[in-house]
């Protein structure tokens, strides 16, 4: 409790169209610093000349306006209790001591963004794994004597009572999960940050939009980034702090992989809160909080004028994506878990430990922070020790380092339920699809370190013989721009520069190699001291180029004029990657996970393979339901032509030994696949 007692907090001052009156009356506390109490910022976003127009234009008059506007700041707004802060405070470090063995704080990054604070209006962007994510924000804020942050969070919390109050309390603002349609609350809603950002107080939310339940980051959304970008207009600038944080072991890992499977996400209620409580009883390891390179949203603007302001947005978007990968720490379960699965049929002891050394080298030669091998277990003296990551230059070949023991003992112990051990000292991930999806759910941390080289690998791995470098890179080109959305970059898709880099880097390492035919083309192909490495990202990645060649398999049973929902398209794509494994068609359990469907039907709605209708065909709506948006197969590949050749396309890039097992003809794909027709 002495402890939470020592906060000194200095705000920003305020900007000045905060502090000014307020509908005639003058503000009656201190106006130049800190937020302004919750009555006084509710007047303020009420008097703002786009609510009184949305008031005024309300189908029930001024007055029923007015009311459903006091109604939505009501249900919406903070209560910030500095007191019930300091309670929460206390709960949060006796909590974090009981589950975590450290929290590793980059205090380089606290200071910077403490400095950033101090000039002016901050927006926290933190990745989102779990629902820990906004309390560790917070907890670190109190600990840290800085400005606790104002959240934006569900409104479905609210049916959490005991919660919902803390959260209030604590700074967080409920929000619904959509309101597209509801031009009022829009309204309502974006003035309110304005407001904050205008009061120079820290605010925080997250661009992904929701947690990830894959371990990937998720497509950034954009709509309070835009929010945040059009309070610049009213405040000198905006500054963006990203925020990285990197679990060893998530508390929600094992329900993401039942909803992933198709599930029901549990309701959030005080019940499943109080039946939650068993996990006091787990370990969870590390916990490793870095910051990114603080963006200038005011310069980011002002290098890209011209451009639209949605496609600055989006940019801007992106490029806190970016910088959140960069400063993301690569802990032992990302390594561990990643490795295990390119040895899903197991794999010597040993064996793991150097090839997890190996996979640390290759991450910190790609310029990643990697956890340090093992965190002190008895060390709960302070969770806001400083970070225990270690960044060294290693060359990939280098697989003797002494850390891959304890790496892998370490991932070991907080994933047993996920690995079973063999016979002669062998391991291997328990062959169950929610183990597997589990599993890959940590290995998906830290694919962004190697996209660019898997990418490479599986589009060589295509070719029989040495490559000619144009095709190579036009199969490169095909795979970056489908996993657009599965892979979101600083830049997206990943650009063309950046795979060129990574493979002449590839290239000087000497995992590839470049010969000249007699025409004068450049042939790629893997030296004799590559194969190992390529084979390893290979199946890294050739997992997600299954679930999309299903995806687009599944679509077949559309031809030529079948309607859907996205809902029960993904069952129907789910299915079909059950089906598939249990034939052994696929290696890949993870293939029938709905979020990696998800992002491929998306895909492929984006590149025109598939199609909104407008209004559904004449007795369809009655059939899958009032309401639902329908789909259907574009014009250009309702004759099933285009689509076969797509998955063709697609089943040229999978694992070569399971597309000889069950290659598809064009033509015959029902022939081949018999599940198609029961679709």
């Not at 407001?195 to 980051?217: H, I, Q, Y």
């Not at 063709?648 to 018999?674: C, I, Y």
Request: charged share 25%; proline share 5%.
């Amino acid at each position: 409790w002495a402890a939470t007692a020592s906060r000194h907090v200095r705000y920003a001052p305020r900007h000045a169209a905060s502090v000014a009156s307020v509908g005639g009356a003058t503000p009656t506390t201190p106006a130049e610093y800190g937020p302004r109490p919750p009555p006084l910022l509710h007047a303020a976003v009420l008097s703002t000349s786009a609510v009184r127009r949305c008031i005024g234009e309300h189908v029930g008059g001024v007055a029923a306006g007015e009311r459903e506007a006091k109604a939505i700041l009501a249900r919406m707004g903070h209560t910030m209790s500095v007191g019930i802060s300091r309670v929460s405070a206390w709960v949060l470090r006796k909590v974090f001591r009981r589950l975590y063995s450290c929290i590793g704080v980059d205090r380089g990054g606290v200071e910077r963004l403490r400095e950033a604070i101090s000039r002016g209006s901050t927006i926290l962007i933190p990745t989102h794994r779990s629902y820990i994510d906004f309390l560790l924000i917070s907890f670190l804020a109190f600990q840290f004597s800085l400005p606790l942050p104002h959240i934006a969070a569900g409104d479905d919390f609210l049916s959490i009572l005991f919660v919902s109050f803390i959260f209030r309390h604590a700074g967080a603002f409920f929000i619904r999960r959509s309101f597209k349609n509801d031009a009022l609350y829009y309204t309502v809603f974006s003035e309110y940050v304005k407001a904050l950002v205008e009061d120079r107080v820290p605010v925080e939310f997250f661009v992904e939009g929701t947690r990830s339940r894959s371990g990937k980051m998720l497509s950034p959304k954009m709509g309070m980034l835009g929010m945040v970008t059009d309070a610049c207009t009213t405040a000198d600038d905006v500054q963006i702090a990203p925020v990285a944080i990197a679990y060893e072991k998530v508390l929600e890992a094992e329900l993401y992989s039942d909803e992933l499977l198709g599930t029901p996400k549990p309701p959030e209620t005080f019940g499943n809160l109080l039946r939650a409580r068993r996990v006091l009883q787990q370990e969870f390891g590390a916990i490793h909080v870095s910051f990114g390179a603080i963006i200038s949203v005011n310069e980011f603007n002002r290098s890209r004028r011209a451009l639209p302001r949605a496609q600055r947005v989006a940019q801007l978007a992106h490029e806190v994506v970016g910088r959140l990968q960069a400063a993301l720490v690569i802990t032992s379960s990302a390594l561990y878990a990643a490795t295990l699965l390119v040895y899903r049929r197991g794999v010597e002891r040993r064996r793991l430990a150097r090839a997890v050394a190996w996979l640390r080298a290759v991450c910190e030669s790609r310029g990643a922070v990697v956890a340090a091998a093992a965190a002190d277990d008895d060390d709960r003296s302070s969770s806001s020790s400083s970070s225990s990551s270690s960044s060294r230059n290693a060359r990939d070949d280098d697989d003797t380092d002494d850390d891959g023991d304890a790496m892998c003992a370490r991932a070991r112990r907080l994933h047993a339920d996920c690995v079973r051990d063999e016979r002669g000292g062998w391991v291997a991930p328990v062959d169950d699809a929610r183990s597997l999806i589990t599993l890959a759910f940590y290995r998906n941390h830290m694919l962004h370190v190697v996209y660019a080289d898997g990418l490479i690998a599986v589009a060589l791995a295509a070719h029989d013989a040495p490559s000619p470098r144009r095709a190579l890179l036009e199969r490169v080109d095909f795979l970056r721009h489908l996993f657009a959305i599965e892979f979101p970059t600083a830049v997206t898709p990943l650009p063309l520069a950046d795979v060129e880099r990574a493979l002449e880097r590839l290239v000087v390492r000497g995992v590839l190699a470049v010969d000249a035919d007699g025409g004068g083309e450049t042939l790629v192909r893997v030296a004799d001291g590559g194969r190992g490495a390529m084979t390893f990202f290979c199946h890294l990645f050739w997992p997600f180029v299954d679930s999309y060649w299903l995806a687009a398999l599944a679509l077949t049973a559309l031809v030529p004029d079948g309607v859907v929902s996205r809902k029960a398209q993904l069952a129907r794509m789910s299915h079909l990657a059950e089906q598939m494994c249990a034939e052994r068609r696929t290696p890949f359990a993870e293939t029938a996970s709905l979020d990696v469907l998800g992002n491929a039907f998306a895909q492929l709605l984006a590149a025109g393979v598939l199609v909104r209708l407008a209004a559904p065909p004449p007795g369809v709506d009655r059939l899958i339901g009032g309401g639902e948006q329908l789909y259907s197969l574009a014009p250009d590949y309702a004759d099933g032509v285009r689509l076969r050749a797509l998955v063709d396309q697609l089943a040229a890039l999978r694992q070569r030994a399971v597309v000889e097992r069950g290659r598809n003809e064009l033509g015959g794909l029902t022939a081949d696949f018999p599940m198609l027709a029961r679709l």
